[in-house]
């Protein structure tokens, strides 16, 4: 990707360090607040315009600390885990600017999302690192409930069917909030699927012609 090298090389230094490692710490914060302190604050911090037209802007930052999994308690901390696990490695892998790059642009995506559709979430941001993850490292196994080893690439195709489902059964206003809330995976790594279709594809026609 020349244009995020590009990026890297110019404003390299500017980044947020262990951004995950904040991202969950906030929303282990919320939830604490939410359970033990105030059940309604999640309302004040989630994303959407009416609020910010009402002139409630640090919205546009606190949504990002709502949290992505809710209900029980080892639900969340299992939820909160996995994402912090997800964001890490892919902070090692991609680096403190690059990861701040993918997270910021699915931060616009939902922001963007919220001024046309009304409202965003974090489901969208959440996913789009499974699915990094699921593309950078498709073979490595992971524990499901801490006992059954599966190999991450078939979470990450679950996980897409999912989105998928969701996103045709939805009206017009949601999949678009879905798709501009997919702006950091879409942005980061389309170009390089299309490409692996292609190739696919080609391959396809090269094997169809020589079977004749």
């Known amino acids: 990707m020349n244009w995020l090298t590009k990026l890297e090389r110019k404003f390299g230094r500017y980044y947020i360090p262990n951004l995950i490692s904040i991202l969950v710490g906030g929303q282990i914060v919320v939830y604490a607040v939410e359970l033990f302190v105030n059940r ?4 004040s911090l989630t994303l959407t315009r009416p609020a910010l037209f009402a002139g409630e802007i640090w919205r546009l930052v606190t949504f990002l600390f709502v949290p992505s999994s809710s209900g029980s308690i080892l639900n969340f901390a299992l939820g909160a885990y996995f994402v912090w696990f997800l964001g890490s490695a892919l902070e090692a892998a991609w680096g403190d600017f690059r990861f701040n790059v993918y997270v910021l642009a699915g931060m616009l995506g939902a922001v963007l999302a919220c001024l046309v559709t009304g409202w965003a979430g974090t489901y969208c941001l959440s996913l789009s690192l499974l699915l990094a993850f699921a593309l ?18 078939y979470f990450g195709i679950f996980s897409a069917a999912v989105w998928v489902l969701g996103f045709l059964s939805a009206d017009w206003m949601t999949r678009l909030n879905y798709l501009l809330s997919m702006a950091g995976f879409i942005l980061l790594f389309a170009p390089s699927l299309c490409s692996s279709i292609r190739a696919w594809y080609r391959r396809e026609q090269w094997r169809r012609r020589n079977r004749r």
């Open 40 to 43: 309604y604050i999640t309302y």
């Open 136 to 153: 950078l490292y498709p073979e490595m196994q992971v524990l499901l409930f801490f006992v059954i080893p599966i190999k991450v690439k």
